[in-house]
Nanobody, 125 residues
Framework: QVQVAESGGGLVQPGTSLSLSCTLS????????VGWFRQPPGKEREFVAAMDSRGGTATGDADFPKGRFTISRDNAKNTASLRMYDLKPEDTGIYYC?????????????????WGQGTQVTVSS
């Protein structure tokens, strides 16, 4: 059984950077596509970024301007990371890491079968 856990959230000021980490355990991490999603207050969960087992990546609408969000993974350590730059108040929300059995990167929430509890990110001065 795959277990997912996020860490690294917190309160940060606008314009700063923050890294979130995700650890997967219980299965062969390297075969999964790993995704990050977020849920702003009062809104639905939305896609942020994903990386498949071969290194293919995709980012969502939140990655504007392009390059504000960067996803990476270390299969040897069973971890994935989301690096966020130039954070804005609208980036506030609960950030979730998830794993999908899809062989290619996917943005679709319902293709992710294993979810972490989420970590809160608050961007405020």
């Amino acid at each position: 059984q795959v277990q997912v856990a996020e860490s690294g959230g917190g309160l940060v000021q606008p314009g700063t950077s923050l890294s979130l980490s995700c650890t997967l355990s219980g299965e062969t991490f390297s075969t999964y596509t790993v995704g990050w999603f977020r849920q702003p207050p009062g809104k639905e969960r939305e896609f942020v970024a994903a990386m498949d087992s071969r290194g293919g990546t995709a980012t969502g609408d939140a990655d504007f301007p392009k390059g504000r969000f960067t996803i990476s993974r270390d299969n040897a350590k069973n971890t994935a990371s989301l690096r966020m730059y130039d954070l804005k108040p609208e980036d506030t929300g609960i950030y979730y890491c998830a794993a999908s059995g899809s062989s290619t990167v996917t943005r679709h929430l319902d293709e992710y079968t294993h979810w972490g509890q989420g970590t809160q990110v608050t961007v405020s001065s």
